[in-house]
Structure formats: C-alpha cells, structure tokens
C-alpha cells in the first residue's frame, strides 16, 4: 500500500542552523509530494509541493526534491528562525487519485 | 478569504455519550474532508465529500461515526457512543474540487476531543 516515513522527532536546533528533515515514502506509480507545516493551535497549511521526479518544491526559504531512484522527498533550510518552530508533515497523493496520505509528523524546536 | 472554521475547539466527554463537530467550508469548495489526528500521529482521512455525496468514507468506523454535508456547504461529524480511543484532533478541510491541480487542501483549527 501507499505509506510515508519521516524521521522521528523531536529535532532542536539552535537559529540559524541548517534543517533536514527526512521522508520516504512507498507507492505505486508516480505521486505527488506534499510537505505541510503546523503551527501551534492551527490547521495543517501546505508549505511545498512536487509534482514529478527531480522537481524541487520550494516556500518560505523551505526546499524539497522530489527523488524517485531514492524514493524521498527530505525537507531542508539553509538557516532556521525560531519562528519555523512547527511540526512538519510529508505526504503524498497517487496521480488520479482522491486521498492525501501523511506521515506521522516531525516536531522541530527552533531555540534563540 | 475566511478560512475553514470549526467548532467547537475542545471537546471534553465520558465514554459512551455522544458528541458532533460542525465545519464550515471555504465559500465555493466543492470537496470536503473530514480526518482524525491521533496523538502523535498523521491525520488519517475519515470521509471525503463532494458537494454533498459521499466519494470515500472507507476508513470511517460506520458502527459509531456519521457524518453528513446537507446542501454542500456545512457539515457535521458525530460519534455515538465515543470510545476511549476516539480521543483525538478531528480536523476538517476543504478543496475547490478533487480533481488535479484544484485539489490544495486548506484546514481548520480542529476540534480537540478528549473521551474520559
């Protein structure tokens, strides 16, 4: 079946240092690739997205390569902020398809 | 824009009574979802909506959810009777369409249950 994988968290960093957050993910075909950001008492807001193999998603300083020899889709930044203190959801769709599956979430403490 | 609201936000219940959230879609969104986000968990799809047919409530536990979207606008979601494993975010979200490209999904708040 179709599945997501991320790194456990919780990951703490201290402002300014470079973020990876890890995602695979198993699926037939070619899915799209979501990552999606949570912030403290709100709903899921789509940070990034990819379509097809090598895109790269990019938002708010956040990038993400869609890899298919590798079945990943790792999440990075060149330089958190405290304000980037969320938890983060990979997720994927299957072309023609109608439901988003996600993966369990990593919470990522950004200290100033 | 108004975005996704739900109510109520927290929910607090004895196993066995009933309980129903209520959300109100993005003006215009055809598709609405409904999922249950456990604890350290992902949100896991309960039922999908468009308009106002059900298209996926494969994962909705039937014996104990309901969930119903008259006139293609608001829908609610109850549980009767609530188990202790229900305790959960219960987060609705709502799409132009499902088809590609229209499918971007944007999320309310959530409803925080907790069964006792």
């Known amino acids: 079946g179709n599945s997501v994988t991320q790194m456990e968290g919780p990951v703490t960093l201290s402002e300014e240092a470079f973020l990876t957050i890890n995602c695979t993910y198993t699926a037939t075909g070619y899915p799209s690739l979501f990552w999606y950001v949570q912030y403290p008492g709100e709903g899921l807001q789509l940070l990034l997205k990819?379509?097809?193999?090598?895109d790269k998603g990019s938002n708010k300083g956040f990038e993400a390569t869609y890899r298919k020899e590798t079945t990943s889709f790792h999440l990075e930044k060149g330089s958190v902020q405290v304000s980037d203190s969320a938890v983060y959801f990979c997720a994927l769709k299957k072309t023609g398809g109608f439901k988003t599956i996600f993966g369990a979430g990593t919470r990522l403490f950004v200290k100033a | 824009e108004a975005g996704v609201a739900q109510s109520p936000r927290y929910k607090i219940i004895e196993k066995r009574q009933s309980v129903a959230f209520w959300c109100n879609p993005i003006?215009?969104?055809?598709?609405l979802y409904w999922y249950q986000q456990i604890l350290g968990q992902g949100p896991k799809l309960l039922i999908q909506?468009?308009?106002?047919?059900?298209?996926?409530d494969s994962q909705l536990p039937k014996d104990r959810f309901s969930a119903e979207r008259l006139k293609g606008v608001d829908s609610t979601l109850k549980i009767q009777p609530a188990k202790l494993e229900d305790s959960a975010v219960y987060l609705c979200a709502s799409s132009l369409d499902r088809r590609e490209g229209l499918y971007e999904q944007y999320f309310g708040p959530g409803t925080r249950l907790t069964v006792t």
């Open positions: 003006s215009g969104h055809a598709t």
């Open positions: 990819a379509t097809k193999a090598d």
């Open positions: 909506f468009q308009n106002n047919g059900v298209v996926d």
